[in-house]
């Protein structure tokens, strides 16, 4: 069975840095293109970043989270992460990690992904 587990989130002040992490498990994930998303109180989940399972490794990212944020994955630990750098109170949210269909071009919706994880709570207090 196919999981994905994130960790990494925690309470943080305006201007910090948190790095998430996300392991997969039950089968590898070196052809998925993988994301991440997050979900805010009250609001609905949203795309967040995401990275092709090609050798280019392309990236692809929300424009609120643009220049701050960075998505990398090493397939020999099929492992996912997200660098959060300079967060603000407006990034407090669950974030989830996502793997979609193998050898899919890359995805920034929800539907085009397959297998998610649990989430991480990440707190940015100002």
């Known amino acids: 069975q196919k999981q994905l587990v994130e960790s990494g989130g925690g309470l943080v002040q305006a201007g910090e840095s948190l790095r998430l992490s996300c392991v997969a498990s039950?089968?590898?994930?070196?052809?998925?293109?993988l994301g991440w998303f997050r979900q805010a109180p009250g609001k609905e989940r949203e795309f967040v970043a995401a990275i092709s399972w090609s050798r280019d490794g392309r990236t692809t990212y929300a424009d609120s989270v643009k220049g701050r944020f960075a998505i990398s994955r090493e397939n020999g630990a099929n492992t996912v992460y997200l660098e959060m750098n300079s967060l603000r109170p407006e990034d407090t949210a669950v974030y989830f990690c996502?793997?979609?269909?193998?050898?899919?071009?890359?995805?920034?919706?929800?539907?085009?992904?397959?297998?998610w994880g649990q989430g991480t709570q990440v707190t940015v207090s100002s």
């Open positions: 996502a793997a979609g269909w193998p050898y899919a071009d890359i995805k920034t919706r929800q539907e085009d992904y397959a297998y």
């Open positions: 039950g089968r590898t994930f070196s052809t998925y293109g």
